[in-house]
């Protein structure tokens, strides 16, 4: 007989919220590295389809404001096709998101696991809207706190559906714990902005590497800071830990 229960994997978020954990990124790209050999693959499934997708909604949104007699330039019409954007693509990005927090306790995804959030659009949806306001506000009070802002809101999205946080008080945990070990973040994200101008270089070659190893870097951080709840089963005394899909 099966016995399921909840085992807490990681770090916690007592820990998180007062700074008490060590950002080893040598470790962590390691660690991402070992196991985007292993999933790179439908990672960039979900990734292409991601990338489908947005391109489907933009060129149906221009083809229906063309139609309608709009203009595509207009600030009014852009600002319309962004929003449409990003509450598709929010509930998809934490899916992306979460596979890589899946990876990183050994869980196995699959390309569809892309859609699972997709009930929590609004929400979702309604997160990502505030990081970008917060971000544009930023940006133009010198550039620096959009950037900064845009790297420490970098864990709102899992922080709602893996820990039920409201977008506000995700947005507000996520600034505070990255701000315990900010050099760290500032210095592995120029290191991510150093690997774009590689994929632009290769003609997006090199996004079939580059886009698996961030999602999971960002799944092996996310598991360390904050800690991973997840559905145990115990068959003959033996502890498997399941896929977070699935907890």
Not at 88 to 100: D, K, R, V
Not at 117 to 126: I, R, S, Y
């Amino acid at each position: 007989m099966q016995e399921k229960k909840r085992l807490e994997l990681g770090g916690s978020m007592h820990k998180a919220l007062s700074g008490d954990f060590n950002v080893n990124l040598e470790a962590v790209l390691k660690e991402a590295w070992k196991i985007t050999q292993l999933t790179k693959w439908t990672l960039l499934q979900a990734l292409l389809m991601l990338f489908s997708l947005v391109f489907l909604v933009v060129m149906v949104s221009f083809s229906l404001i063309q139609n309608q007699g709009g203009d595509i330039l207009n600030p009014s019409v852009q600002f319309y096709i962004e929003l449409i954007i990003t509450l598709i693509s929010a509930p998809l990005i934490t899916g992306l998101i979460m596979m890589g927090v899946n990876h990183s306790v050994g869980g196995i995804s699959r390309p569809t696991h892309l859609f699972h959030f997709v009930p929590k659009t609004l929400v979702l949806g309604l997160a990502s809207l505030m990081v970008g306001l917060l971000v544009n506000i930023g940006l133009m009070l010198l550039i620096v706190p959009g950037l900064y802002l845009m790297i420490a809101c970098s864990f709102t999205l899992p922080l709602i559906v893996e820990k039920g946080m409201t977008p506000w008080r995700a947005i507000y945990t996520s600034v505070r714990v990255v701000s315990h070990s900010w050099p760290q973040f500032v210095l592995l994200y120029l290191l991510f902005a150093i690997l774009l101008l590689l994929v632009i270089a290769t003609l997006g070659i090199a996004l079939i590497w580059v886009g698996p190893l961030y999602y999971n870097v960002k799944g092996v951080l996310y598991r360390d800071i904050f800690g991973i709840a997840v559905q145990v089963t115990s068959p003959d005394g033996e502890d498997n830990a399941e896929s977070i899909f699935y907890a």
